[in-house]
C-alpha cells in the first residue's frame, strides 16, 4: 500500500535538539519535507549553529530557546505551538514528569529518550491524562527497551517459551559520549538493585559482575551490569521470563575497570555516589577520546524451548561503524515522529516504549549509516 505523506506542517519540537541525540533526531528529521522541526535548548545560538549545518534539510526548521526548569516553562512550550514533544534532555532518573504533562497541556504528543528505570516504569501514570487528551506520552524511545523489546518481539515466533533475554551495549571509544548518559552511569555505580536471575528477583549492584564478549572484526568488549527499563519492563511484557539482565562496556580497559574500581567505593561505602567525580571522569574520556575504535555494538541473546520443545538460543547483532553507533538510541524516536506525523500511530495513552514500531522499521530508519546486524540459532 502507499505510504501515507505527512501532516503538513506537523510540528516537532526537540528538547536538547543540539545535543548528542537530539542533534541527531533533528537533523534526521530535518530531510522529511512536510514537518516543521523546532530545534530548542537553553542556549539559542547553540540550536542556531547546528541547525547552520544541515545540508540536506526540506523540512521547516525553527530555534527556540527553552528551559525546562524555569517557571513558565509551560508556557513556553505552549508558545511554540507543538504538535510532537521529544524530550532528550536527561538525565532521567530521579526526574518527574513536567515536560511530558506541559506538552500534554499544549495537545501534543510525547516521546522520549529516557533510560532511567523508574521513570519509564512510573509512565502510567500519565495514562488517564493522555488517553483524555487523545494523545501519546512514549517512554524509553531509545535503545532500551525501544530498541531491545522490538528485537524481542521481532524473533519471538521462534520459540515456544521465552525463557531469558541478555543484553549488552559496547561502544566505540572514538565515538561521541553524552554528558547526561555520563551522569547516568555514574549515578547507580555500586548501587544496588533488582534484577531477575533464573526466576527469582535477586540483587545486583551497578558496573559490576564483570563479563567479556566477543564479536567477529570487532574484537572483545568487558561489559558490567546496569540499571536500565528492561529490568522491569520485559518481565511484564514477557511474563514467562526468568531472567532478563543488561550490561554495558567501555571499549578501553583503563576506563572500563577504573570505573569497576570506583563501583566497589561506592559498594563499600568510601563514596557516596560517583556522580561527585562526573567532571574530571568526563574531562578524562573525552582527552582518551582519540584512542580505540569507531566501531561498537549491540549484542542480545535470547534463550528458551523451541517448538520442539528442546533448549533453543538465538545472538542478534547490530554492529555500528565509522561512529555511527549514537545514531541507534536517536532512531526510534525517528520512527515514532514520522509515525504520528503519517497518522500511522492510533489510539492514546501513556506507556514505555513497546509494540509501537517494528524490528523492520527501525532498521530501515537507519538505511544510509555504516550499520550491519547478523543472527544465529543455535541450541
Known sequence: SRRREYDVGMRILILGGYGLFGGRISRTLARDAGLTVIVAGRDRQRAERHVATFDDHRAGIETAAIDTQAEDFAQQLAALRPDVVIDTAGPFQGRDYRVAEAALAAGAHV???????DFVRGIHALDDRAR????????????????????????????????????????????????ATTLAILGYSGHPFRVLRDGAWRTAHGW?????????????????????????????????????????????????????????????GLLDTLTRCARPLFAMSEFWQGIGSDTGFIRMTLRGRGHDNQPHALEWTLIARNGDGPQIPATAAVVLARKLARGELPGSGAKPCLDLFTLDEFLAALGGFSMETRIRDHD
Open 111 to 117: 516521546v522520549d529518550l529516557a533510560d532511567g528505570r
Open 132 to 179: 483524555a487528551a487523545g494523545r501519546w506520552v512514549i517512554s524509553g524511545a531509545s535503545s532500551v527497551p525501544g530498541l531491545t523489546a522490538a528485537v524481542v518481539e521481532a524473533h519471538l515466533d521462534r520459540f515456544s517459551t521465552l525463557e531469558s533475554v541478555e543484553s549488552a551495549i559496547a561502544p566505540g571509544n572514538r565515538t561521541p559520549r553524552g554528558w
Open 208 to 268: 559490576q559482575s564483570l563479563r567479556r564478549l566477543k564479536v567477529d572484526g570487532v574484537g572483545a568488549r568487558w561489559v558490567a551490569r546496569c540499571e536500565v527499563p528492561d529490568l522491569e519492563v520485559l518481565p511484564a511484557r514477557y511474563p514467562t521470563l526468568r531472567t532478563v539482565d543488561f550490561r554495558a562496556g567501555l571499549e578501553l580497559r583503563r576506563m572500563h575497570f577504573g570505573l569497576w574500581l570506583g563501583s566497589w567505593c561506592v559498594r563499600v
